[in-house]
């Protein structure tokens, strides 16, 4: 009879564990559904109250499914930019596709907003500086709910901000098919001359003048003085232009960032950018993504200052003082930029 009392027990025992598991498996069950269809909102802990806060719909959805007017007109324009990308890369499919696979490595330039589900391919020269600031706020990875309290420096900390090559391949994946993806091009002569005044004609920049000046004076100068050799501080357009077609530099290794073009940058023939923006129409663009990542009330991307620029006019005034042979191979250099994102030939160059 004891036994049986014992036995009895046990049992008892062992229906209230089969119990509670079944329990606690039916609940998980049910929280995996309600998260499947309502999705825990998330927030930004170090935007300001109210500020930065992701809708119910992401970037992406507004973007292709706009729920407001303002954004279908905008939608037309951004539609075109993405065609003309298209239809660039299957024009040049040999010379745009040199690579059939992207590698983890070729992914650095583009920054994840994990909150408001955004991927940013940063290309220097075209206001990288504030969009780093914004998605330093937007991301949450800073401290600042203002982005022009960001100094520039910490912008450009590679840990404040988390770049897509830093995720798994499956994540990397996900991704690039679930977030919005967008990029800001400029007129690539412009581009290409603001890098030059930047890192060669300030006196500030000493990493620029001893890493890339002394070796360009070393190569291109004829009777270069010492101090020229050591410095590296006065190159001339017509030298940086001359290093830039010299085939021996692209087999030492890829071009700087800063001077690189924006095809090998961002890889638009490998990834669908949803967003083209230009540096010609910066706040309106920059605007328009902070709309669709449902901040533009809270969150205005900086404006800039316009005075100091490089402008078409100050971009033919260097581009004069060169030959026209290396005008044409810069040309063929940058010749996908001009096209991808449907800039004109200047009017300034002068073809052979």
Request: hydrophobic share 35%; aromatic share 12%.
């Amino acid at each position: 009879m004891k036994q049986t009392l014992l036995d009895l027990m046990r049992m008892s025992r062992i229906c209230r564990m089969v119990l509670a598991t079944c329990l606690g498996s039916f609940i998980l069950v049910i929280f995996y559904f309600q998260s499947m269809f309502q999705p825990v909102m998330r927030r930004n802990p170090f935007a300001a109250e109210g500020c930065c806060r992701k809708g119910s719909r992401n970037a992406l959805q507004e973007l292709y499914n706009p729920t407001q007017a303002e954004f279908s007109a905008a939608a037309v324009l951004h539609q075109a930019r993405r065609d003309q990308v298209a239809d660039t890369c299957r024009a040049h499919s040999v010379s745009s596709r040199k690579r059939r696979v992207l590698t983890p490595s070729d992914l650095k330039h583009l920054v994840v907003d994990e909150e408001h589900e955004l991927i940013y391919c940063y290309v220097p020269k075209v206001a990288c500086t504030n969009w780093k600031r914004v998605m330093m706020v937007l991301s949450g990875r800073g401290k600042y709910s203002d982005p022009m309290e960001i100094p520039s420096n910490e912008a450009h900390v590679p840990t404040n901000l988390k770049t897509l090559n830093q995720y798994s391949i499956a994540d990397i994946n996900h991704r690039l098919k679930s977030y919005l993806k967008f990029l800001f091009v400029r007129e690539p002569f412009e581009r290409l001359v603001s890098a030059y005044r930047n890192k060669f004609t300030l006196r500030y920049n000493t990493s620029f003048h001893k890493r890339y000046g002394t070796k360009i004076v070393r190569r291109y100068r004829k009777n270069a003085t010492t101090e020229a050799l050591q410095s590296g501080a006065d190159v001339k357009f017509q030298e940086f232009a001359e290093y830039l077609v010299d085939p021996g530099t692209h087999r030492e290794a890829p071009l700087n960032e800063h001077w690189q073009t924006v095809y090998s940058l961002c890889h638009p023939c490998h990834i669908h950018y949803d967003l083209v923006g230009k540096y010609e129409t910066l706040e309106e663009d920059a605007n328009y993504v902070l709309k669709l990542a449902g901040v533009g009330n809270s969150l205005r991307f900086p404006t800039y200052a316009k005075s100091t620029r490089t402008t078409d006019q100050m971009a033919a005034m260097f581009f004069n003082n060169i030959s026209s042979l290396q005008q044409g191979q810069l040309y063929q250099l940058y010749k996908l930029d001009f096209l991808m994102f449907n800039y004109s030939i200047p009017s300034y160059l002068k073809l052979q």
